[in-house]
């Protein structure tokens, strides 16, 4: 153990989406801040090549490569977690895609007691964080540390996918992120001219940095609790202990899986699970750790007659080389894009009021293993985007280092089994409809002969997928299974708040990035108020 304790202002744990946004906001207001990250520095190329994440997803060296329990409900198949251990946390391996999610989803918050978590409230907080390229509007803004782009290019099957879309029934759509969410059409990315954009290169520059001490490689080990405030953390570097104080605050960032796994292994959490793992209960917090909510998706796969696929690229060494060196020219062509070109915002059924279910175009498709099937093909993805279901994540150890158990129970609700098969049967629909259809040369998967509800719902059950949004798991409110109030203080301590995609009380209606980084953004704008107190 390093004698000498050091003291900062603010101590940041975890330099993921939010905690970047965090740290950065603090300290470019000129306060002394330490942000400890488990994993390293992001010097992996292929992280900020936007199509290289496929190169990142089961990479231990820059991700968590996590594991879900058996899913009861999914045939006991365990899910494969990839989460980012790296500077930029999972926004340096994600897919890039900026989707705010519904004005509804936080006008929801509110009325569940979240004060100051409304849409009126939350909008000044994405438009304050965005540089959107299109210019400023009622809904954007620009000048902030968050590049938002447009693709760099059109794709054939995208077109197709949208004109087909329209022909059922679907409004085109410009901007998932205006007006209204429901319709066809491209998406935007965390991206500036090619580049992925993570917070990492957002926040962390200029003034904000000479006020930051960044320690890569350090997995935090404990909050220390004395006389219930926060005071400190312990770290491993290696086999080195160390330790920092906090004169202010420390903020909890680690993600929805870590964050409810670093207060439970400090003793902070349902009694019942910390004793289990030989833990001494500090603070009994029983909701830390439950409430765990992602997305679901089913994909229908195609073989594809139009030969611009990212298996093309894969499949034919030439193709993808030239295609590499014009993204290296240029900065354009399939490498300077994410794959998942467009979406089609539809509702799952008559009676549901505000679209459910988003459905992706992505220009692969894949065999188990992720390798890129050996011909051209793409998957047309249903994702449920506010499912019923709720899991949860426990410690079994008091090891930061040791995977916390992950249980999503996917599928245990009824409603989220019928809003699956409605996705996948709508998605299949698109590939049977002019001129997506004139694309495809057959269905891969489900198949022609997977026709029934109950042949369709087997299949989801076999093949279904995380979407890797975990979210909820140290939620705000105000209720007994609230972890924090709504300015993000942990319920019953003093000096420890947690600031990022766990604190969701119920998941959005879009890709939980960007409302993470807008949750780091106003999570920093309440630590800042407090401090000028
Ligand atoms: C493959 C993939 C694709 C995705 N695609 C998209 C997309 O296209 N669009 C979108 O909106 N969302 C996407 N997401 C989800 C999105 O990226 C996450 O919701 C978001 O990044 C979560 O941010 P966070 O700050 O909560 O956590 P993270 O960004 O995961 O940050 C947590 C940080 O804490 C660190 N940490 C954890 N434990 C410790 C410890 N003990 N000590 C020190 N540091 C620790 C981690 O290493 C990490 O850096 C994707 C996710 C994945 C995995």
Redesign the pocket.
Known sequence: MTKDVKSYDYIV???????CAVAGRLGEAGHKVLL????GADRNPWIHIPLG?SRL?ANPKVN?CYESCEEPHLNNRRLFQ?????LG???A???????RGQPEDFDGWREQGCTGWGWDDVLPFFKSCEDQERGPNAYHGVGGPVAVSDLRTRHRLGEAFHAASERLGVPPNSDFNGARQEGTGYVQTTTRKGWRWSTASGYLRGAALKNINIRVN???QRIRIAEGRAVGVR?TEGTAEHEAKADGEIIL????F?SPQ?LQVSGIGPGAVLRAAGIDVVHDLPGVGENLQDHFGIGAEYRSTVKSTVNDLYNNPIKGGAQLLRYLLFRTGPFAD?GNYSNTFIRSGPDIDRPDMMVTFMAWCTSEELKPLPFSGFTILAEHMRPQSRGHVQVTSDD?AIQPKIQFNFFADEADQQAALAGLKFARKIGQTQPMADCIDYEIAPGRDVETDDALLAYCRANGLSL??PVGTCKMGTGADAVVDPQLKVHGLKGLRVV???IMPRIVTG????A?IMI?EKGAAHILADARQ
């Open positions: 744990i975890g330099a993921g989406s939010a905690g400890l990250e488990a994993g994440y997803y968590w990839p989460r980012g251990k790296v946390g999972t926004g391996i994600n897919g890039m895609i900026y989707m350090a997995l935090v770290w960032c680690g993600g929805a870590n670093i994410n930061a890797l949004h990022d995609a766990s890709n939980t990035n960007a993470t780091g």
